[in-house]
């Protein structure tokens, strides 16, 4: 109730964009702190099994319990969070290069390329995301390699398209069209006139697509595609536990709060990045448009 | 309109091939022979020739594309050598228990993000507007398989109010799968809804309206809510993807009968005809789809036919 006062006092207080941008910073930089320091806050090693204490319920002896092979929970949750991170982080960074260079290839250049690369982005859009994942990986087989190039396949399309639609727009402006008269090579300008303009919608999508990946990758991982056990990946966590939801619900729920609150620190993070970088588009429609879609 | 109608069909072509030409490569990207990992490495000569040739492995890649996408056209998905029937009877089976979960996720969807976002969008902006942003970030990071998994807990076994497993209780066993799918949806809808709303309510006929003294829900509903609609109808219609692909990964976890079983058993008996259909169905359903809300949007918008023929005839240089 508190927040409601602040919001219709915009000015007075940091305003909405500023503290859901903060609270997912923070829950972001935790996260990344806690995956770092893994080795040293972990109170067990992650794949260490103890079959006489399994299936213990969180406060004795381990915070949050043991799984059903007496491995300690909180040490596997902090130890998947090098998971996620890195698969999010290392899938978002190849989508985004690949984004970028077809898409703002598909924008630039336009005529013929633009529409070899548009129709080959609308094909890719076509297969429902998770289930062209999970064929394919059942195709070429589960692993992380697999499942990144999997991922970065899923997704490039997104981006290409979001890309070539800024690029596009900026194309026209006057002082790319005076640049041009100006003599400057077509990659000159790409780069030093057309790209760091149509950087913001770019990098809260792209901050967004983390939380969505992270999802796509539990899932995959989940339903044994993605990660294999025994490495300790939150969705072959949750893929264990659901065997066990009758009699140990914390191995669900510990594990499933781990992912939320992960994808709700990127999604709030990226949210906030919008605000910040776009106030106005926000403003007029009163939200952003979305980009955190793609489960 | 007849222009725009050509144009939408005419683009389908290249993009149903090549759905047909990535299929066609997922035979090639098995590493090793992908008869030996279907049959196991004890296979007699006879049988893998056969097989062989059944999938089409035995003419050039180019020739196998052709066929195969004939075979499509033909609305024939391929024979699973596993199973010994062909795959659209195997599908047949299936698609039914799929096809009324997506639809029980769609109802949720609509009758939780309508009233939510028409209610934020006309009840104090500023209060509601940040419950639903807030609210709708968090709850769309729920995965809808996490979510189930939830609500397995919580209604099936501590309070064990609705089935948990299996279909086998008529439409009861589809309510926690259909709320599992449609309610991280709902939370992303409600947002949309209300940005159309908010962007409908600032038009001046809408000022206009409450000018001639109309009562405010009239024209909140009537005039307001029928346009705000467009949009949210449309994009629900792209989204069918992605409510199929949160039901197939939501009946694994309820256990019910359906594609997503159906892409499990597949992927454990090494059934790659049959996983090869599935994935091409889907694709087909959703460029069917989107051809069929494309052509409704054109319809209740006869505005917007025009600018997606120019934007179409400009993307195609």
């Known amino acids: ?295 | 309109m007849f222009k725009f109608v050509v144009k939408r069909l005419l683009i389908l072509v290249p993009v149903l091939i090549g759905v047909s030409f990535i299929a066609c490569l997922l035979f090639y990207m098995i590493p090793g022979d992908i008869v030996l990992v279907m049959l196991g490495q004890h296979v007699d000569p006879y049988t893998y020739a056969n097989v062989r040739k059944s999938l089409g492995l035995d003419i050039p890649f180019w020739q196998n594309f052709l066929t195969f996408t004939g075979d499509i056209l033909k609305g024939d998905l391929g024979f699973s050598y596993i199973q010994q029937r062909p795959v659209n009877v195997i599908i047949a089976e299936a698609l039914p228990v799929t096809t009324k979960l997506t639809v029980v996720a769609l109802m949720v969807t609509v009758l939780v993000a309508l009233p939510l976002g028409v209610l934020s969008a006309v009840r104090d902006r500023r209060a509601l507007g940040v419950a639903v942003n807030t609210g709708s970030i968090i709850w769309f990071s729920m995965p809808s398989f996490l979510l189930a998994l939830f609500l397995q807990l919580l209604f099936g076994v501590t309070l064990k109010w609705l089935p948990i497993s299996g279909a086998n209780q008529g439409l009861l066993s589809y309510v926690l799968p259909g709320l599992a799918v449609g309610l991280p949806l709902a939370a992303y809808y409600t947002r949309v809804t209300r940005a159309s709303l908010l962007d409908v309510l600032g038009q001046e006929y809408i000022l206009h309206a409450f000018g001639r003294g109309l009562p405010y829900r009239r024209v909140v509903i009537r005039h307001g809510l029928r346009n705000a609609l467009i949009p949210v109808l449309t994009q629900l219609g792209m989204d069918l993807g992605m409510f199929m692909a949160g039901a197939v990964l939501t009946e694994t976890v309820f256990n019910l009968p359906g594609m997503g079983r159906l892409v499990f058993s597949a992927i454990n008996t090494r059934d790659f005809p049959l996983l090869r259909g599935i994935l091409v169905l889907f694709a087909v359903i959703v460029v069917l789809v989107n051809l069929v809300v494309d052509l409704l949007y054109a319809r209740f918008d006869p505005k917007m036919a025009g600018i997606m023929v120019r934007e179409k005839t400009h993307a195609a240089g």
């Not at chain 1, 995959?220 to 009758?246: C, H, R």
């Open chain 1, 1 to 295: 109730m508190l927040q409601d006062k602040y919001v219709s006092r915009p000015g007075k207080t940091c305003p909405y964009g500023t503290r859901v941008f903060w609270t997912g910073a923070v829950i972001v930089v935790i996260l990344i702190i806690m995956s770092l320091l893994a080795p040293f806050i972990s109170p067990a090693d992650p794949l260490d099994q103890n079959l006489s204490a399994s299936l213990l319920g969180p406060g004795a002896g381990s915070y949050l319990g043991t799984d059903s092979l007496g491995r300690d929970v909180f040490s596997r949750i902090i130890y998947g969070s090098r998971i996620s991170l890195s698969v999010g982080i290392t899938v978002l960074a190849l989508t985004l290069v690949l984004g970028t260079i077809l898409g703002t290839a598909a924008g630039y250049f336009g005529g013929v390329i633009d529409s070899i690369i548009m129709r080959v982005a609308d094909v890719f859009m076509s297969f429902p995301p998770l289930v062209l994942a999970l064929i394919a990986m059942a195709f070429i087989g589960p692993g992380l390699v697999n499942l990144i190039i999997i991922l970065v396949i899923m997704r490039w399309s997104q981006f290409a398209r979001l890309v070539r639609g800024q690029v596009m727009a900026i194309r026209s402006e006057v002082y790319v069209d005076a640049a041009r008269v100006s003599g400057a090579r077509a990659l000159g300008i790409i780069a030093r006139h057309i790209l760091p303009n149509c950087m913001s919608p770019i990098i809260v999508a792209g901050t967004m697509s983390i939380g969505a990946i992270i999802i796509d990758e539990t899932a995959l991982s989940f339903l044994g595609l993605g990660i294999q056990a025994p490495e300790p990946s939150w969705g072959v966590m949750l893929a264990d536990a659901k065997n066990y939801i009758t009699i140990a619900p914390w191995l669900v729920i510990f594990p499933g709060l781990a992912v939320v609150i992960t994808v709700v620190g990127f999604n709030l993070l990226g949210d906030g990045l919008g605000y910040l970088l776009n106030p106005k588009q926000y403003e007029r429609a009163g939200v952003g448009r979305g980009d955190f879609k793609g489960q």
